[in-house]
């Protein structure tokens, strides 16, 4: 019976009573017990009518909500499931199908596990069983296995799915989500992180390694100033003392020797001063084949007798700009370096010559190679990291400079060293070098013997050292001058003033306290402009000096320390000091 059918009973009802009331009074007030009970009975059926009609709305707004909630669940961009609390999926989404590979009613019924990759379903049946007892929602990353695709890394969010009375637990609902594509992303930032990161370091320990090179490269140019200015005295007072006794002297010989083996210092503070990378660069064209076979000789001497010499040469290389002496150099201590290289064993070392197939990108410009090959030991890459640090060697007895050298020089030719090795399969330098257009050689003025000549005239000697400003002191007079000295820039301004017109040249260091050689050369000028100034150094300013050259334009000549009495009398005469000859 529905509400309609009961409200017409309940008036059917009511009329029967109204008829009797009509009839009996006997009954009367039963009858009106009665009819007020029909009454409340209606009042009821009223209230039960708008419940129900409220009941009716509530349902098909439920309806609705369920509906919509369906509607989400289905088409939501993430996949959706619901399993029972053992794992069997109850209900899947339209993305969980897509994700899974199976269509949603086919899903129905199955294991979630059996989408897991094997190697991972250990780890859900844990959570799963450890879930029960800790029911917190819980994160879980595996690798799922769809049907019939390739395994993906997924993030699954489970919670407890309650219902019923109790609000019991009945199911899992899961959250799965594909983050293959956000851990490859990831995996890509941390690998351009350590990119990144090892670039940094790689920056930061080649600023360190160029900070630590100027810094040694200051180290050196001091050591060769103080070594050169010891080595200048030495050499001047065994020359001086060689001229005195003369060839027969029983001395004559020792002190021979005495100047050669300063001569091989002052060419051991030249390395030095090449490793700074400005040495005296005294350039010309060259043809590196000419240049390397001229040395085939000397080249010999260097290497172990075991060792065998063999030549590659190209014929018609391009030049290149380059000081002859620091080139021979290189080739030397390539050579002496591939030589120790084999050890005591035989080997092979090959000097090679030839022109670069590409040009340089940076300016265009064509590149020829000097090559040297060994058999020998080759090197790690812990030694190769190494082998252009000044003072590293790994002989016992080696000074560490031969390589640096090389570097320096190279460097300062504007060219590149590059090296191939690698344990037991030797080694092999190239230095690449840019060539120039070739033109006929601008050969510097040839030094006039200075043996037998004569000078007069006052020369004033500007130097710190004292050894160095007595032996040149002592040349001088021996060439026939009235020398006066100074010990200083200032020292040198108040000579020249107190002797003005006497002075016929100075001779000037160019590494003084107080006041250094250009603001020196710059006073001596200004009171004395036609005064022709010789310019000296055992320093690594000859930058320096070649732009005080330029800028001085004319009468002011350089003179690098240590130099023999014939090296000062040939500049003296080069500046055209009044002479007898």
């Given at each position: 019976?529905?509400?309609?059918?009961?409200?017409?009973?309940?008036?059917?009802?009511?009329g029967?009573?109204?008829r009797?009331?009509?009839?009996?009074?006997?009954?009367?007030?039963?009858?009106?017990?009665?009819?007020?009970?029909?009454?409340?009975?209606?009042?009821?059926?009223?209230?039960?009518?708008?419940?129900?009609?409220?009941?009716?709305?509530?349902?098909?707004?439920?309806?609705?909500?369920?509906?919509?909630?369906?509607?989400?669940?289905?088409?939501?961009?993430?996949?959706y499931?619901?399993?029972?609390?053992s794992?069997?999926?109850?209900?899947?989404?339209?993305?969980?199908?897509?994700l899974?590979?199976?269509?949603?009613?086919?899903?129905?019924?199955?294991?979630?596990?059996?989408?897991?990759?094997?190697?991972?379903?250990?780890?859900?049946r844990?959570?799963?069983?450890?879930?029960?007892?800790?029911?917190?929602?819980?994160?879980?990353?595996?690798?799922l296995?769809?049907?019939?695709?390739?395994t993906?890394?997924?993030?699954?969010?489970?919670s407890?799915?309650?219902?019923?009375?109790?609000?019991?637990?009945?199911?899992?609902?899961?959250?799965?989500?594909?983050i293959?594509?956000?851990?490859?992303?990831?995996?890509?930032?941390?690998?351009?992180?350590?990119?990144?990161?090892?670039?940094a370091?790689?920056?930061?320990?080649r600023?360190?390694?160029?900070?630590?090179?100027?810094?040694v490269?200051?180290?050196?140019?001091?050591?060769?100033?103080?070594?050169?200015n010891?080595?200048?005295?030495?050499?001047?007072?065994?020359?001086?003392?060689?001229?005195?006794?003369?060839?027969g002297?029983?001395?004559?010989?020792?002190?021979?020797?005495?100047?050669?083996?300063?001569?091989?210092?002052a060419?051991?503070?030249?390395?030095?001063?090449?490793?700074?990378?400005?040495?005296?660069?005294?350039?010309?064209?060259?043809?590196?084949s000419?240049?390397?076979?001229e040395?085939?000789?000397?080249?010999?001497?260097?290497?172990?007798?075991?060792?065998s010499l063999?030549?590659?040469?190209a014929?018609?290389?391009?030049?290149?700009?380059?000081?002859?002496?620091?080139?021979?150099?290189v080739?030397?201590?390539?050579?002496?370096?591939?030589?120790?290289?084999l050890?005591?064993?035989?080997?092979?070392?090959?000097?090679?010559?030839?022109?670069v197939d590409?040009?340089?990108?940076s300016?265009?410009?064509?590149?020829?190679?000097?090559?040297?090959?060994?058999?020998?030991?080759g090197?790690?890459?812990?030694?190769?990291?190494?082998?252009?640090?000044?003072?590293f060697?790994?002989?016992?007895?080696?000074?560490?400079?031969?390589?640096?050298?090389?570097?320096?020089?190279?460097?300062?030719?504007?060219?590149?060293?590059?090296?191939?090795?690698?344990?037991?399969?030797g080694?092999?330098?190239?230095?690449?070098?840019?060539t120039?257009?070739?033109?006929?050689?601008?050969?510097?003025?040839r030094?006039?013997?200075?043996?037998?000549?004569?000078?007069?005239?006052t020369?004033l000697?500007v130097?710190?050292?004292?050894?160095?400003?007595?032996?040149?002191?002592?040349?001088l007079?021996r060439?026939?001058?009235?020398?006066?000295?100074?010990?200083?820039g200032?020292?040198?301004?108040?000579?020249?003033?107190?002797?003005?017109g006497?002075?016929?040249?100075?001779?000037?260091?160019l590494?003084?306290p107080?006041?250094?050689?250009?603001e020196?050369?710059?006073?001596?000028?200004?009171?004395s402009?036609?005064?022709?100034v010789?310019?000296m150094?055992?320093?690594?300013?000859?930058?320096?000096?070649?732009?005080?050259?330029?800028?001085a334009?004319?009468?002011?000549?350089?003179?690098?320390?240590?130099?023999?009495?014939?090296d000062?009398?040939?500049?003296?005469?080069?500046v055209?000091?009044?002479?007898?000859?």
């Open positions: 019976m529905n509400t309609d059918d009961f409200g017409r009973r309940l008036e059917s009802m009511r029967q009573v109204e009797l009331r009509g009839t009996s009074d006997a009954g009367s007030v039963a009858v009106e017990e009665l009819l007020v009970a029909v009454e409340e009975l209606r009042v009821a059926e009223e209230e039960l009518r708008q419940r129900n009609e409220d009941l009716v709305v509530a349902h098909a707004e439920m309806a609705e909500e369920r509906r919509r909630y369906q509607h989400l669940f289905q088409y939501a961009p993430d996949a499931l619901l399993t029972d609390l794992g069997i999926i109850r209900e899947a989404n339209h993305s969980a199908a897509h899974l590979g199976v269509e949603p009613r086919f899903l129905v019924g199955k294991t979630l596990v059996s989408f897991v990759e094997p190697g991972d379903r250990p780890t859900l844990n959570e799963i069983g450890r879930w029960r007892s800790e029911p917190a929602a819980k994160h879980l990353d595996l690798r296995q769809p049907r019939g695709g390739d993906f890394d997924a993030s699954l969010t489970l407890v799915a309650r219902g019923g009375p109790r609000d019991q637990a009945f199911g899992v609902r899961w959250l799965v989500r594909d293959s594509a956000h851990r490859q992303l990831t995996e890509e930032l941390r690998l351009r992180e350590e990119e990144a990161r090892r670039e370091e790689a920056s930061e320990a600023a360190y390694h160029v900070q630590k090179l100027e810094s490269g200051v180290l050196a140019g001091g050591i060769a100033h103080d070594f050169n010891l080595l200048h005295v030495i050499l001047c007072n065994a020359d001086l003392a060689r001229l005195q006794v003369g060839p002297s029983p001395a004559w010989e020792h002190l021979d020797e005495v100047v050669r083996a300063t001569q091989r210092a060419e051991l503070t030249q390395q030095l001063l090449a490793y700074s990378g400005r040495g005296v660069v005294e350039t010309r064209q060259l043809d590196l000419l240049e390397v076979r040395m085939g000789t000397l080249l010999r001497t260097a290497m172990s007798k075991q060792a063999t030549w590659d040469l014929e018609d290389l391009p030049v290149v700009s380059a000081d002859p002496t620091q080139i021979r150099q080739v030397m201590n390539l050579i002496t370096n591939a030589s120790d290289a050890g005591d064993g035989p080997g092979t070392i090959t000097l090679r010559t030839g022109e590409r040009t340089d990108p300016d265009g410009r064509s590149m020829v190679f000097l090559e040297v090959t060994d058999t020998g030991c090197m790690d890459s812990g030694t190769l990291q190494r082998i252009f640090d000044p003072f060697s790994t002989k016992f007895t080696g000074r560490g400079l031969g390589l640096a050298a090389v570097m320096g020089i190279v460097e300062s030719h504007h060219g590149r060293v590059r090296i191939r090795t690698s344990p037991g399969e080694t092999t330098f190239q230095v690449v070098l840019p120039v257009t070739r033109a006929a050689d601008v050969l510097a003025p030094r006039v013997s200075g043996v037998g000549w004569r000078g007069r005239g020369v000697v130097e710190d050292e004292e050894g160095v400003r007595e032996v040149v002191a002592r040349m007079e060439l026939g001058f009235q020398v006066l000295t100074a010990v200083d200032v020292d040198a301004v108040r000579v020249l003033e107190h002797h003005h006497e002075i016929t040249t100075a001779l000037l260091d590494s003084m107080r006041m250094g050689g250009q020196t050369l710059s006073r001596l000028r200004q009171r402009p036609d005064l022709p010789i310019l150094s055992g320093y690594t300013e000859h930058e320096m000096a070649t732009r005080i050259l330029e800028e334009g004319g009468g002011v000549v350089f003179l690098q320390k240590p130099f023999l009495p014939d000062l009398s040939s500049v003296l005469r080069h055209s000091l009044p002479a007898n000859a």
